[in-house]
């Protein structure tokens, strides 16, 4: 299966902490793109990094890409309550996105 | 504001009733989709519309059918909803394929409850 693996399952972090989040794949990829959750609701497009892409950033967020070790991080500097959500890493191989198993984040006021 | 509807929010059918699911766009993307997503899962790919072509997924039951009559429309119909059909539906599009730089949009999602 393509489908991404997110380490970890759930995070909780103090307000005002980075958090991290990791996501390997099996094959080779055309891009790679990571998705918010919030309870209950539909997915919000954060980012997206291209197979030949190393670094993205976004505002407070950092995405990193190694397609030698098949692996993303997507960093949140600065946390604040309202980044709680599940957060999704999605691989896309031959026009198809593939969704990670996905990271909870639980940000502590 | 562009963006992805899905009707109703909320839907509740019986074991075996048909049921029918909507999503219309104001985007204009040339691409559906609709996935399903269980508690605490990843959203899984059921099939997705380029343009007027249907694209099924292997694994997608025969009980899940899908029509897009126009660019705006997409309805993803259950034949005969069982209990393990109770999951949230995502409606999504992109502007085009995802191997460029495209992303996807979805909608709110509606949460079936099978009784």
């Given at each position: 299966s393509q489908q991404g693996e997110e380490d970890p399952q759930a995070l909780s972090i103090q307000e005002g902490e980075n958090a991290t989040m990791n996501c390997s794949y099996k094959t080779s990829i055309n891009n790679l793109q990571w998705y918010r959750q919030n309870s209950g609701r539909g997915l919000v497009h954060l980012i997206l990094i291209r197979s030949n892409e190393r670094e993205k950033h976004s505002g407070r967020l950092r995405v990193t890409l190694d397609t030698s070790k098949k692996s993303s991080s997507l960093l949140i500097t600065?946390?604040?309550?309202?980044?709680?959500a599940s957060y999704f890493c999605a691989t896309v191989v031959n026009e198809k996105l593939t969704f990670g198993t996905g990271t909870r984040l639980t940000i502590i006021p | 504001d562009a963006m992805v509807i899905q009707n109703p929010r909320y839907q509740v059918t019986q074991f075996g009733k048909p049921v029918t699911l909507s999503c219309s766009q104001t985007?204009?993307?040339n691409v559906m989709y609709w996935y399903q997503q269980k508690s605490s899962q990843a959203p899984k790919l059921l099939f997705h519309y380029y343009d007027k072509d249907f694209n099924n997924e292997a694994?997608?039951?025969?009980?899940f059918q899908s029509r897009r009559p126009n660019t705006s429309f997409c309805f993803l119909d259950i034949r005969s909803p069982g209990l393990g059909d109770a999951a949230m539906y995502l409606c999504a599009t992109s502007r085009?394929?995802?191997?460029?730089i495209n992303e996807q949009f979805f909608g709110p999602g509606t949460r079936l409850t099978v009784l």
């Open positions: 600065a946390s604040r309550a309202a980044d709680t | 985007l204009n993307h694994d997608t039951p025969d009980n085009d394929g995802l191997a460029g």
